[in-house]
């Protein structure tokens, strides 16, 4: 074997070690990468929180001192801003409306991170009309779709300076990790959302429906239960065709949204052309107006598409009424729409006229059940108490209720499980909060979240105090934090909440802290 055949092997076994151990590095980075945003995204309960949390690791890696992110929602096909980190304005991105191709030209383009250049053409004004201009005027220049095989979860948008590349083999990693997270978030909306109108489903529904009665007992309320659906809709079908039809539903649905009050209201779609609206605090001769309001709003609306009319027939019950039980007002409520149908139909009938009516009625519904309750704890699931809490929020600014909001934590010995401890601690804390009411929640394997409507931040306080003292066999700290006196986002009703529950931990077992803006630094 000649020198020159010696050198070259050694040259080559040289380049093997090297490239041998910077593989083995770069496998080690990327492995500390994907423990790194695990780690910090266990904690996240916030959608928020989480697209901020994804937007800091993306401008990390890649640079850049602003982003956005934003969601895709199929069902009601538009994207909306999730969080963003560092932008002048917010109002630059409200809800918008996606063209029917957006998903194509999303999956046609094979770079994963997009330019301006990128963008520049009419196939993406088409899909996402103004988005580019819009994105332009807060220079964000770097747009990066979420996605995961033919589906389209959202887009991260970095912009700002010193920006660089990132090669693949993270970009992917951190882009799957992106996409699991906003998953569970995406997939709860879809399983609690009817996806061509939008609308609650039927399952929610019926479990809203439960919620709100026990409200109305307990506050000496009334609620309203309108029924309706689309008079002769299967002749559009059959005449212009099901994606037709299905159009007009989903037109339905934002004509619903604009007679209803939002975040108060719940509105449904319980069967194909079948749907149903439940009016908290709100009696039959108010609920007749909404009714009203809603059957002359389609009635006067053109829909795409259509060169004919399009008209409901509703019925509405009331609580307590016309009934006094769930099954019932659902009934009655149907049956009422059944004799608006046989009184011509563009009617609105109320549960009183069946005293005098002879048609046949039809047969009540069969109650279904939502799984909401975590089977472990026996408490709502996490996700469904962030739905409430936006929910509540709204229902204290509209009828200038408070609103508090209590986090427990669950302290044991240093070899006790604190998920234990709270699967013990659950039905002490149901036993003593108000049945249908009050929401409490496991936010995480160690912390508890209670929502308290219409309860100030002392009242809150006996609540907290009275768990303590009925805990024998662990501690509970407790942080507490109302509306508005704390905070006006339900976002940031809950950071108060958790910086005073950290403080109550500090000064040991058994505490409890309110919080307060003089105390800690305002969110």
């Not at 879809?190 to 939008?198: A, F, H, P, Y």
């Not at 053109?302 to 509703?314: C, D, E, K, M, Y």
Request: glycine share 6%.
């Amino acid at each position: 074997m000649t020198e020159l055949s010696i050198c070259v092997l050694v040259l080559l076994f040289v380049v093997s070690l090297y490239w041998g151990f910077h593989h083995q590095r770069r496998k080690t980075e990327i492995l500390s990468i994907i423990t790194s945003f695990n780690r910090g995204q266990e904690t996240i309960y916030n959608l928020t929180e989480l697209s901020k949390y994804i937007l800091k690791k993306f401008l990390a890696y890649m640079g850049g001192s602003r982003g956005a992110l934003f969601i895709y929602h199929r069902q009601r096909g538009e994207i909306r801003l999730a969080g963003s980190i560092g932008l002048e304005s917010t109002e630059q991105f409200p809800p918008l409306l996606v063209g029917r191709d957006a998903l194509t030209w999303v999956l046609g383009k094979r770079k994963g991170i997009l330019t301006m250049r990128d963008l520049n053409d009419s196939e993406f004004e088409a899909a996402f009309p103004s988005l580019r201009e819009r994105l332009k005027k807060e220079s964000l220049e770097t747009l990066i779709p979420i996605k995961e095989r033919n589906l389209l979860f959202g887009f991260i948008a970095l912009g700002g300076e010193k920006q660089r590349k990132i090669s693949s083999d993270i970009l992917n990693p951190l882009l799957s990790l992106a996409e699991h997270g906003l998953e569970s978030f995406v997939l709860y909306e879809s399983s609690i959302t009817d996806e061509t109108t939008g609308l609650y489903n039927k399952r929610f529904f019926l479990q809203s429906l439960q919620t709100e009665l026990r409200r109305s007992d307990r506050y000496h309320q009334p609620c309203t239960l309108l029924a309706f659906d689309l008079d002769d809709f299967k002749q559009v079908n059959d005449q212009f065709g099901h994606p037709q039809g299905d159009r007009v539903l989903k037109e339905l649905g934002a004509l619903i949204h604009e007679c209803i009050r939002d975040g108060i209201d719940i509105p449904a779609r319980t069967g194909g052309e079948e749907f149903h609206v439940i009016l908290p605090a709100t009696d039959s001769e108010r609920a007749m107006k909404v009714a009203e309001r809603l059957r002359n709003t389609v009635s006067n609306h053109h829909f795409a598409g259509l060169n004919r009319q399009v008209t409901l027939s509703l019925g509405l019950a009331g609580y307590p009424a016309h009934a006094d039980e769930e099954g019932r007002l659902v009934l009655l409520a149907d049956q009422s729409l059944y004799l608006a149908k046989s009184k011509g139909k563009n009617l609105v009938c109320v549960a009183g006229e069946l005293e005098t009516a002879d048609a046949k009625m039809p047969a009540p519904h069969s109650q279904e059940q939502i799984k909401l309750i975590n089977p472990e704890t026996l408490l709502f699931r996490s996700d469904y108490f962030l739905v409430r809490l936006k929910e509540e929020i709204k229902r204290s600014i509209r009828y200038q209720f408070p609103c508090s909001l209590v986090v427990f934590a669950v302290e044991t010995s240093p070899t006790g499980s604190s998920f234990e401890a709270i699967r013990k601690f659950s039905p002490i804390l149901r036993e003593h909060l108000r049945t249908g009411i009050d929401t409490p929640a496991a936010l995480d394997r160690e912390c508890i979240a209670v929502i308290m409507p219409e309860t100030e931040k002392d009242k809150a306080v006996i609540m907290a105090e009275r768990m303590q003292r009925f805990v024998e066999d662990f501690t509970l700290s407790a942080g507490i934090s109302g509306f508005p006196a704390d905070a006006l986002t339900d976002e940031a009703l809950i950071t108060c909440a958790k910086k005073a529950l950290a403080e109550a931990q500090k000064q040991g077992p058994n505490h409890l802290v309110l919080f307060e803006s003089e105390r800690f630094p305002v969110p």
